[in-house]
Each structure stands twice: as C-alpha cells, then as structure tokens.
C-alpha cells in the first residue's frame, strides 16, 4: 500500500495463516473494510449518487495518511473482529 511521501507498507500474511490458506487475512481484510467505510462514514452519507459513490470508494482520500493513520486502521479492524469473534463464542455457549 502506498501513502503519502512515497512511505509503502506491505501487507503479509503470518506462516499460520498461510497454512489456512490466507483465510485469516480475507476475514480480516473484511475488518478493515469495515473500519475504512466507518472513517468515512460521514462523507460516504453525503454523497447523493452512485456514481459519486463509486468515485469515492476508488479514489479514497487517504494521500496525506501517515504509517500512524494505518496502523490505527488496523488496530480499530482488530477491535471490530475481536468483538465479533467474542460474540459468536458467547452465542455458542448458550446453545
């Protein structure tokens, strides 16, 4: 990924999730999805057209984002999963 001033960060999987096939990064990477939308939650609702939606989404801006603004994306996907993964395992129990 690259970020404003020409900083890039790699995204890579752990060995464990290579073993499963990546399928631990494509769940998280739904995170991240959602922590992103989240961010831009309030220009994305301000948006009144498809197309405009579109626009945005492909052209995020996220030019100026520092290795900072990444890794608190990331961590903010990781609260989000965690929460998740605690609910379904609280959901199981009382089955």
Do not use: H
Not at 60 to 89: C, F, G, H, N
Request: proline share 2%.
């Amino acid at each position: 990924m690259l970020l404003g001033g020409g900083q890039t960060v790699a995204a890579a999987g752990t060995s464990a999730e290579a073993g499963r096939g990546g399928n631990a990064f494509v769940s998280f990477f739904v995170y991240v999805c959602v922590a992103l939308l989240l961010r831009f939650r309030s220009q994305i609702l301000a948006l009144n057209s498809p197309d405009l939606l579109l626009r945005f989404l492909q052209n995020l801006p996220t030019t100026d984002w520092t290795v900072k603004d990444v890794e608190m994306l990331a961590s903010q996907a990781y609260v989000y999963q965690s929460m998740i993964q605690t609910r379904d395992k609280q959901s199981i129990l009382q089955r």
